[in-house]
C-alpha cells in the first residue's frame, strides 16, 4: 500500500472537475481522473501527466451500478485505499425548466446523476475510505441549491434561472451531504457539500464569471480539511452558504 495521498474525482476531464484534479496532484497526490468518455478520459490524464500530475484514468459512469463497482475495484488494485473522493460529475439537465410545463423525465435524468450518483459512488468507495487515516469526501453542489437564497432577493447570479430539475437536486444532494455526515458521525470521515461559484464552464454555456480554477478553490480546502475540520457543512469561498 502506498503512502502517498490517493484521490478520486468525478467528472475529472473537463472544468471544475480537471481543476480540482491538477490542484490536488499539485499537492503531490495519486489523482484518479474519473470520467466516462474514453477519449475525454485519456486525454485528461496525459495533459495531467504532461504538467508534473501523478494521474491515472478510471472508467467511471455514476448512473450504472457495474461501472462504479468496477472503478472502486480498480482503485482497490492500484491502491488498497482511497484517501479523498470528490464527487463533482453532474449535469443541468438543459432548459427550459419551469416547474409548470418540465418534462418529468428531465428531473428523473437529472436527479440520477447529481444524486444517486453522488450515493452510489460514495456507497461503493466508503470500504475503501475507511481504509484511510484521514478520509475526505467532497460533494460538488451550488448555491443554486440553497432554499434561503432561492427565497429571498439575491439576483440571477446567485439563484441561477427557474430550475426545477438542477436547483432541487443540488437542495437535495446538500440534504443527503447531511445525512451522510450524522451517520458517519465519530469517525475520522468528514463529508461537506462546495459551491464553486458561477463558473465559467460548457454546463452554463460559458456564461459563468469565474475560472475553473476559481471553481476548484473551495473543493481542494475541503479536501485537504485537517482532522479537526468541519462535517456537514456547505461552503464557498465567503465562508459558509445558508441552507
Given amino acids: 500500500m502506498t503512502d502517498t495521498t490517493i484521490a478520486l474525482v468525478t467528472g475529472a476531464n473537463k472544468g471544475i472537475g480537471y481543476e480540482i484534479a491538477a490542484g490536488l496532484g499539485a499537492l ?20 495531467l501527466r504532461a504538467a508534473g500530475v ?30 479523498v473522493l470528490v464527487n463533482n460529475a453532474g449535469i443541468t439537465g438543459g432548459r427550459p425548466q419551469e416547474p ?30 475507511r481504509r484511510s487515516a484521514a478520509p475526505r469526501i467532497v460533494n ?40 451522510y455526515a450524522r451517520e458517519l458521525r465519530g469517525t475520522n470521515i468528514l463529508i461537506n457539500a462546495a459551491c464553486p461559484g458561477f463558473v465559467a464552464t460548457d454546463l452554463n454555456g460559458f456564461r459563468g464569471v469565474r475560472t475553473p480554477e476559481q471553481g476548484a478553490a473551495t473543493a481542494i480546502r475541503l479536501a485537504t480539511l485537517p482532522d479537526d475540520g468541519p462535517t456537514g457543512g456547505f461552503f464557498e469561498d465567503a465562508g459558509v452558504v445558508p441552507w
Fill in 28 to 47: 503531490g497526490w495519486s489523482v484518479g481522473v474519473g470520467a466516462r468518455d474514453d477519449q475525454r478520459r485519456e486525454a485528461a490524464v496525459e495533459k
Fill in 54 to 83: 501523478d494521474a491515472f484514468g478510471v472508467p467511471l459512469d455514476v448512473t450504472d451500478d457495474a461501472s462504479v463497482t468496477a472503478a472502486a475495484e480498480l482503485i482497490e488494485q492500484r491502491a488498497g485505499r482511497l484517501d
Fill in 100 to 129: 409548470s410545463s418540465v418534462d418529468l423525465e428531465i428531473i428523473r435524468t437529472v436527479v440520477e446523476t447529481n444524486v444517486i450518483g453522488v450515493v452510489r459512488v460514495t456507497n461503493a468507495m466508503l470500504p475503501l475510505l
Fill in 140 to 179: 460538488m453542489s451550488s448555491s443554486v441549491g440553497s432554499l434561503t437564497r432561492q427565497s429571498g432577493p439575491a439576483d440571477d447570479l446567485v439563484t441561477g434561472p427557474v430550475a426545477v430539475a438542477y436547483s432541487p437536486s443540488k437542495t437535495f444532494l446538500n440534504g443527503v451531504t447531511v445525512q
